[in-house]
Antibody, heavy 121, light 108 residues
Framework: QEQLVESGGGVVQPGRSLRLSCAAAGFTFNSYAMHWVRQAPGKGLEWVASLSHDGTNKYFADSLKDRFTISRDKFKKTVDLQMRSLRPDDTALYFC??????????????WGQGTMVIVSA | EIVLTQSPGTLSLSPGERATLSCRASQIFSSSYLAWYQQKPGQAPRLLIYGTSSRATGIPDRFSGSGSGTDFTLTISGLEPGDFAVYYCQHYGSSSLTFGGGTKVEIK
């Protein structure tokens, strides 16, 4: 079945970098836009970044675009989130989600279970 | 960037009652780009409604969405025990996607 599995989370010191990965299975990966969404403990959902099906269009939350990048590998069927200069307020559960179409203007119809990132000294 | 404001923050209702959740946008956008998600504790969000009023696959018809312009509504007619959760609206029609702050539907 359609599945997304995130990995790469953990405890990291402020100012360091971390790379999250999301592995897709059970669907034609190259046909769908992919997204990252995060959720700080006890808080709501925050959109982080989006990438079109072919990797040509990338979008980021304004507050994150200088520190985060998103990429995808069509052969490995993965979408990665590279995070730099991490801060304590980046602490959150990071979800990978599939858009239901090729471009970013589709709702998110498949979600992973998330990977936790804790930024702490 | 479109800001979505959800109200109320918490809705206390009994099973069988009707829930009406509001999502108000800071500017007008096409109703084609408004979605609702349900999230239960410890779980990922689940798509309920897209395009303001279309139900996602497998979503029962007690969930309905409506609205236009800047005002959108999710209605749950006849709350069932599994419906007590947090609900988020989302705008996905531009290069800046946003979520509302969420409405928690709790058992009264």
């Amino acid at each position: 079945q359609e599945q997304l599995v995130e990995s790469g989370g953990g405890v990291v010191q402020p100012g360091r970098s971390l790379r999250l990965s999301c592995a897709a299975a059970g669907f034609t990966f190259n046909s769908y836009a992919m997204h990252w969404v995060r959720q700080a403990p006890g808080k709501g959902l925050e959109w982080v970044a989006s990438l079109s099906h072919d990797g040509t269009n990338k979008y980021f939350a304004d507050s994150l675009k200088d520190r985060f990048t998103i990429s995808r590998d069509k052969f490995k069927k993965t979408v990665d989130l590279q995070m730099r200069s991490l801060r304590p307020d980046d602490t959150a559960l990071y979800f990978c989600a599939r858009g239901s179409g090729s471009w970013v203007d589709y709702p998110f119809d498949v979600w992973g279970q998330g990977t936790m990132v804790i930024v702490s000294a | 960037e479109i800001v979505l404001t959800q109200s109320p923050g918490t809705l206390s209702l009994s099973p069988g009652e009707r829930a009406t959740l509001s999502c108000r946008a800071s500017q007008i956008f096409s109703s084609s780009y408004l979605a609702w998600y349900q999230q239960k504790p410890g779980q990922a969000p689940r798509l309920l409604i897209y395009g303001t009023s279309s139900r996602a696959t497998g979503i029962p018809d007690r969930f309905s969405g409506s609205g236009s312009g800047t005002d959108f509504t999710l209605t749950i007619s006849g709350l069932e025990p599994g419906d007590f959760a947090v609900y988020y609206c989302q705008h996905y029609g531009s290069s800046s996607l946003t979520f509302g702050g969420g409405t928690k539907v709790e058992i009264k």
